[in-house]
């Protein structure tokens, strides 16, 4: 079945940076795009960014664009979000998803707080 699993959050004071990691399983990860959605309390999931299966073409939510970047390695079926001049309302957690055989997959999520 497919599987993801997201690591690599956790609390950074603003300006700092963070890489997340996200571990595909049950399905050709190279065959699909993959995306990064957050959800910060009380609001509703956003995406992120979204990168294609061969990771040429990717896209950003505004407020995103020059700080994070999106990137995959599809030997090692991985997904990753670096990033970098945090604010503290990047605060949210963090998910990996790909839509697969007409349903939407999400993993656990991983927990970004930023904070002084």
């Known amino acids: 079945q497919v599987q993801l699993v997201e690591s690599g959050g956790g609390s950074v004071q603003p300006g700092g940076s963070l890489r997340l990691s996200c571990a595909a399983s049950?399905?050709?990860?190279?065959?699909?795009?993959m995306n990064w959605y957050r959800q910060a309390p009380g609001k509703e999931r956003e995406l992120v960014a979204r990168i294609s299966s061969n990771g040429l073409t990717t896209t950003y939510a505004d407020s995103m664009k020059g700080r994070f970047t999106i990137s995959r390695d599809n030997a090692k079926k991985t997904l990753y979000l670096q990033m970098n001049s945090l604010k503290p309302e990047d605060t949210a957690v963090y998910y990996c998803?790909?839509?697969?055989?007409?349903?939407?997959?999400w993993g656990q999520g991983t927990q970004v707080t930023v904070s002084s």
């Open positions: 049950g399905f050709t990860f190279s065959a699909y795009a």
């Open positions: 998803n790909v839509w697969w055989a007409g349903t939407d997959y």
